[in-house]
């Protein structure tokens, strides 16, 4: 069938030569079996692993290019969920072809949403024709499209657009995997209701699974709540496997004031699913906030077993269990599970340390053993001061919050004072601080501390971005140099300072010197909020200058 | 024993398959490593191995439609719907069958426009094509046609062979029968019988609209043979 828009050269099977495969699968014959296609098909570097965590381990240790997993590894996890931490952690990239092997059909899987879905299924048995055939359609396909995807990764979204509708344009050929990428690039330009509006047209062609999900979250943005709600509900009476869907229906739900259903939802997702590590964490979350104690201990330890030996394990899991014992009134277990986080988490690993010290001085508190308490506090301090690495910002806010209940209540108040200057336009780190100050009786002082916090920041600002209205390119710029260096986390001053620089560079000539500085800024905005608002606009400014990418943003490669 | 202890026999019967199951595709791939090895040497007994492959494939449909019908009867009968080409899909049920035809000197044709997408559960529907081609093995004489269109707006996917035909009992149209399902077509007759149901189960479960997917058997077509048509909305 002579078919127009063919890519002019196909991938042959040479092109498979010089890949390195892994094959995960609990059962050796058939690893066997497998791994002799492969090498039938001139692979030359080919390994295999027998579960779940065995592939992961692989995965991060080395890179593959191709993966062919089975989807039932036996007790451990599931293929599903090597495929989605292999993506969270980039041990796999775009180029990566990960293939689920199935033994049946899909209906007996859980299944994952647009970028959760894996290239391809394979049924078995297989044959080393279908192997072929597969790989080299996935590999074909992801040729045609890596210079969308690389477009996309450098925030290029009206070039990438432009080469959808060129890729349309041309046939049917990928129309689903463009129409998916499609989806993404809008909703990462976040024009929510632009967004909707496409994923609907979509979902129009016949009720597709990622297209409602798009809508659902969308309508979720907008704050159309009992829409979302009732998106999830219908996409999971639709398929009661997409996880995804329950996560998102709990989180509507949960925003609706209806934690309790939040929770029924949750419980019913990990009945399905129970070795889905984020999702208990989410659970355990809620189950406290319902003031079940008892469920939230039984997701928190859930986590904490399915992170052991994982990238997955977090501190925070150990110390919020910690908590949620001591008001069960269980001190002694409490103490011992943050025993145990101390044996599972490094002594440099300075995030650990903090929440770790933190859940022990709260312990130590309700347990009226004050000279511990403080003791924890200072030992929290102590690494903080010794290292310069950034703990999360909720964190730091436990620590000021511990600082404060333990008397020393200007050092609290100076690093809430800190945090809020370098986050000053984040919402809602700002309502968090607020009712951690109601909660320790001071909301007065709270207000008047961040308001001051928040308008030196502004006024900080201002005075720079006045200076780029007059015209004054020069001292604009080293005006905002000297504010970011007092500001180094707060987004908009970088990606004002990024701006003032670019512009000086546009009307006074670039030197390699200005570029560097204005790719350090542009550095800091991506790295404290990926999503910011302006940066898509800022970098394209800065590629226009600089004519060349960012090498920090390119992952595929 | 007490409760906790004790299986349900239907549990039971599941592992077993899926385990039976695993083992059959170990011989299947035996086999098909075999029959390539037989193709470079030019053996003469490549004849049986063909039958011993079409016997195998049947068993692993049997297995795969008991396992689905389990499942199903034990959650609810979930599919997975995708926007796909349906020439792709197609396209893969017979590479995997083409050996096995040819070797009996079977013509297999495909007709169906590059341009045709449409939403279904790609897993489950190549799995009945792939089930439907294996049988013509036995039922064509040496002609088949897999074809795609429109109709009305539903899909119509249609295998049509110059064999002797469905026998009167297995000619249905399962729209005239929805509801009690093989009301006047016995599922149970065989093998055949079996793979009907399964197929109608499948097309039933896509829905759109209110409209939902059937399946229809008649005798006659382009070869004056069977006519097997899959109807999606």
Redesign the interface.
Known sequence: ?A?LHKDPVPPTVDKLKHYKALVVDD?V??RR?VK?MLAGLGVAHIVDAFDGESALLRLSSSKYDIVLCDYNLGPGKDGQQVFEEAKHYQYINYMTIFMMV???????MV?GVVEHMPDD?L????????LE??LL?VLEKKIALREIIETIEVMDYDRALTLCDEAIGK???H??EV?RIKGEIFAKRGDHQQTEAFYKE?AA??????ALFGVGKCQYQQGWLEEAKVTFTQLIK????VMAAYDWLAKVLDAMGSPQEAQTVLMKATEISPRALGRQRELGAIARKNQDLKTAVKSFRSAITFGKNSAFKAPSDYATLARVLVDADSPQESLSVLGDAHQTFPRDDLGATVEIGLAESFVYQRMNRKEEAKEAINNVIRATEKSSVKVPADVELELAKALILSGDGEKGKEIVRKLIQSNHENEELITDTKKMFAGLDMAKEGQELLEAAVEEVVELNNEGVKLVKEGELAKATSYFDKAAEKLPYNTLINANAAYACMLDMKKNGKTSESIQKAKKYLERVYRGNPQYGDLPRLLTVYREISKEPLSWMTATA | MDDSDSLEFSDILASTM?DT??S???L??TL??LI?QCQEKGCTVQKDHFLLQYELRRL?HNF?RM??LY??KK???????????V??CLD?AI??NE?LLTSKGIDIELQCP??L????????I??ILDSMLNNEYLYTKDKLMVSAGREDGYLVIQLEDNGPGYPDCFVMDSRQNSGSAGSHVSFLTGSTGLGLYFSFLVAKSHT?DGREGFIRTMNGGIYNGSVFSLYLP
């Open positions: 069938m078919y059962f014959n058939f079996t002799g199935t033994a049946e059909n899909s209906m007996d299944m299924y049924m078995k048995p297989f044959t080393k024709q279908m055939k597969k359609s046939g049917p050929k129309i689903r129409l979509v062609m016949g009720k597709i699974p990622w639709m398929n009661n496997k | 899926h199951k695993n059959l595709g170990m299947y791939n098909d490593t390539s692993n795969i396992l689905s499942k199903a959650a609810n009968f979930s599919i997975s719907l995708d926007y796909h080409s020439s792709d893969e590479v995997v050996p590059e341009d997408f449409w939403s279904f559960d790609k897993e489950l190549t799995g759109r």
